[in-house]
C-alpha cells in the first residue's frame, strides 16, 4: 500500500503534474542504481556458478549409472531435482539478459539450458516478459491464469466442476498443486511450440526433443523399469514443488490489480512483490528471486547485485512513501496460504 504523509501543509500532486513525478521518481532510482555500476553485467560470476551446476548434474548422472540400489537413486532423484531448478535459475537470468550484454549470447547459453531443463525458451521468455509488464494483473499476467487456482474472490465463483471443487479447498491442496509444476512447465513450452512461431525453431526443437530422450535414455539405460519410473516421478514431483515453493512468495498474496488499477511503473512493481529476508542459504535457494522487488525494478540488473540494490532501493521507497513489503521463508508461505484460503472462502460459504 502507498502510506500517506503526516506533513499536513503537503498537497499531492495530481493529473499529469503527479504523473510526471512518478515517472521522474523512477528516472531518478535508476540513475542511483546506474551511478552504483549494479547494472553492469560481470559473465565471470556466471560463469563460476555455471561451471558449478554443471558438475552437480554430471555427478548425479553419475550416481544414476553407477549406484544400485533404490534408497540411493531415490536420493539421487532429489538431488537432480535441486540441480535443475537451479540451473532454471540461470535460463531466468539469460532470459532477462542479465548475464551477457550481447542478447545473442544470452539466446545461445539459454538455448542450452533449455536442452539441460527442458523449458521451451520462446514460451518462457514470451510469458515471463508478460508477467513483468503486468505483475498481479488480474487480466493480463499469465501467472495468475491458472485453472485450479483462484487468486480473487471473483475467479474463484467463475470455476466450474472439479476446479470448482480443487480451489473450494486450495489453501490446503496448494502444495500438492505445485508439485506438479514441472510437468506443467515442460507440457506448456511443447503446447507453445506447436502453436506460436519460434524466434529458434530449429534449435529450440532439438533442445526440447534432447532434453526428453537423453533423460529418459539415461534414466532406464540405468535403472530397472519400475525403478525408472519411480526415479522420474520423484524427481518431477520435486522439481515442481521446489519452484513452486520459490517462485510463489514473489506476489501471491500481494496486492492484486486489474484494468481499472492506475499506477505508475515504480509502484506496480513494488507493490506486488514481495521479498523474502536474505541469508546466504536464501539466497541460493531462491536464486536471487528472494530480492523479488528489485528484481521487478530492474529485471537486467545481474542477480549477484541485488543485494546492494536494495541498499539504496529500499531507504528510496521510504523517502517516497511507497511500501517495501520483505518477510521471512515460513510467514511468506504462511501468507500466500491465508490468502487463498479467503479468496477461496465464497466456494465454503
Not at 536464486?287 to 532501493?313: C, D, T, V, W
Request: aromatic residues 10%; proline residues 4%; positive net charge.
Amino acid at each position: 500500500m502507498i502510506l500517506e504523509t503526516t506533513d499536513e501543509n503537503f498537497r499531492a500532486p495530481v493529473g499529469a503534474a503527479r504523473r510526471e513525478v512518478e515517472t521522474n521518481e523512477y528516472a531518478r532510482l535508476k540513475r542511483l542504481v546506474r551511478d552504483a555500476g549494479l547494472l553492469e553485467k560481470d559473465p565471470r560470476r556466471y560463469a563460476a556458478k555455471f561451471t558449478v551446476n554443471l558438475s552437480l548434474l554430471a555427478l548425479s548422472f553419475a550416481i544414476l549409472m553407477l549406484v544400485d540400489g533404490v534408497w540411493p537413486q531415490i536420493l539421487n532423484a532429489a538431488f537432480l531435482a535441486f540441480v535443475v531448478v537451479q540451473l532454471s535459475f540461470t535460463g531466468h537470468d539469460l532470459g532477462h539478459k542479465q548475464v551477457f550484454r550481447s542478447s545473442r549470447n544470452n539466446d545461445i547459453v539459454g538455448l542450452f539450458v533449455s536442452f539441460l531443463v527442458g523449458i521451451n525458451r520462446s514460451w518462457w521468455v514470451d510469458k515471463h516478459n508478460e508477467h513483468h509488464s503486468n505483475p498481479n494483473d488480474l487480466d493480463m499476467d499469465p501467472d495468475i491464469e491458472i485453472p485450479v487456482v483462484a487468486f480473487s474472490e471473483d475467479q474463484a465463483r467463475d470455476k466450474r466442476g472439479v476446479p470448482r471443487l480443487i480451489v473450494r479447498h486450495q489453501a490446503f491442496l496448494f502444495y500438492a498443486l505445485v508439485c506438479f509444476e514441472g510437468i506443467v512447465l515442460k507440457y506448456s513450452g511443447i503446447r507453445y511450440m506447436l502453436t506460436n512461431r519460434l524466434r529458434f525453431p530449429i534449435a529450440e526443437t532439438i533442445a526440447m526433443a534432447g532434453h526428453i530422450g537423453v533423460y529418459t535414455c539415461l534414466v532406464f539405460l540405468s535403472l530397472p523399469f519400475w525403478q525408472g519410473l519411480l526415479f522420474i516421478a520423484v524427481n518431477q514431483v520435486l522439481i515442481g514443488l521446489y519452484i513452486g515453493s520459490t517462485f510463489a512468495p514473489n506476489h501471491k498474496g500481494m496486492l492484486m490489480l486489474d484494468g481499472n488499477t492506475k499506477l505508475d511503473f515504480l509502484r506496480r512493481q513494488v507493490l506486488t512483490s514481495r521479498n523474502v529476508k536474505a541469508s546466504p542459504v536464501n539466497d541460493v535457494l531462491y536464486g536471487g528471486l528472494n530480492y523479488q522487488i528489485e528484481h521487478h525494478l530492474f529485471p537486467s540488473m545481474p542477480r549477484h547485485q541485488l543485494k546492494e540494490a536494495q541498499k539504496i532501493i529500499r531507504p528510496f521507497c521510504s523517502e517516497n512513501s511507497i511500501s517495501y513489503y520483505e518477510t521471512g521463508v515460513v510467514q511468506s508461505q504462511r501468507e500466500i496460504l491465508q490468502y487463498l484460503h479467503h479468496v477461496s472462502a465464497p466456494l465454503r460459504a
